[in-house]
């Protein structure tokens, strides 16, 4: 066992915590950066790991009535087999492939910057939208939204591992203003299960997944998403995700150059 994976697991594990950022957008860049895991791996063994953190999330949030679970069967609507068909697309250019490889890197690279963006403008765009109800969809158009949305993710997070956590929870807070941050956070949880794990198992399919250090990142995981669910009160959000935006966009960066 690669001590140096279950800290890793353990420090992304923190900062999930005390964030509340998916750990895609840290897990995938630290493994193909610092680890020189290829990121067709990277991603594939993150989206395993992604479909066992996010089911204990999901059980929590379920026994407290914090799902909205009419919007996570839409998101599903265009989630899942959006992940199907990118799966098997992968498959069809080969994901193993090294420019394969390189269009996922800059795939990864996108949604970590979007993740940036949603850390850094979302209580202004949520501000935005109340203040504008004109604007906000209403019945089948927003349903029909979605169900789109859905999609995206779904080809997203197939492709990068990233979207289903900032990125997905900023679009719920536009697309849905008056559910509370709990909802919001248990809607995008619960959306992102089934996601996860069917894409996992597409990556499973391709030969993208390493179990051995699948395991070791989750004992590392584990504790590290606990403490900083206990810790998250006693720091300063602002300070904890301004530090976070300038570390991604570094990471970002990093992943193009």
């Given amino acids: 066992m690669d001590l140096h ?3 890793s697991g353990f420090a992304v594990g923190l900062l999930v915590g005390l964030t509340g950022v ?9 493994l193909t950066l610092m680890f020189g895991v290829s990121p067709t791996v990277a991603v594939g063994t993150d989206l395993a790991f992604a479909a066992a953190t996010k089911s204990a999330g999901t059980l929590a949030h ?12 839409h998101l ?3 989630a899942l087999p959006a992940a199907l068909f990118t799966t098997l697309a992968l498959k069809s250019f080969g994901a193993l492939d090294q420019q394969i ?3 996922i890197r800059y795939s990864i ?3 970590v910057l979007l993740t940036v963006v949603a850390l850094l403008f979302r209580s ?8 504008h109800p004109e604007k906000q969809l209403q019945g089948t158009a927003l349903a029909v939204t979605t169900v789109i949305v859905g999609a995206l993710l779904g080809t997203l997070v197939t492709i990068s591992s990233i979207g289903a956590g900032a990125v997905g929870a900023t679009i719920l807070v536009l697309l849905y203003p008056r559910l509370s941050p709990a909802e919001i956070a ?13 894409a996992a198992a597409g990556h499973w399919y391709l030969g993208s997944i390493n179990w051995e250090l699948l395991v070791t990142l989750l004992l590392g995981s584990v504790p590290g998403i606990t403490i900083g669910s206990l810790a998250a009160r006693a720091v300063p959000e602002k300070i904890l995700r301004g530090l976070l935006a300038t570390t991604l966009t570094g990471i970002a960066a990093k992943m193009v150059f």
Avoid: K
């Fill in 5 to 7: 994976y279950v800290i």
């Fill in 22 to 30: 998916g750990g895609g957008s840290l897990m995938t860049p630290l």
């Fill in 62 to 73: 379920r026994f407290r009535g914090t799902v909205r679970w009419d919007i996570v069967r």
């Fill in 76 to 78: 599903c609507y265009g």
């Fill in 101 to 103: 490889g390189q269009v």
């Fill in 109 to 111: 690279a996108g949604s």
């Fill in 124 to 131: 202004r765009m949520q501000a935005w939208v109340i203040a």
């Fill in 186 to 198: 248990g809607t995008d949880i619960a959306y992102a299960v089934p996601l996860t794990a069917i």
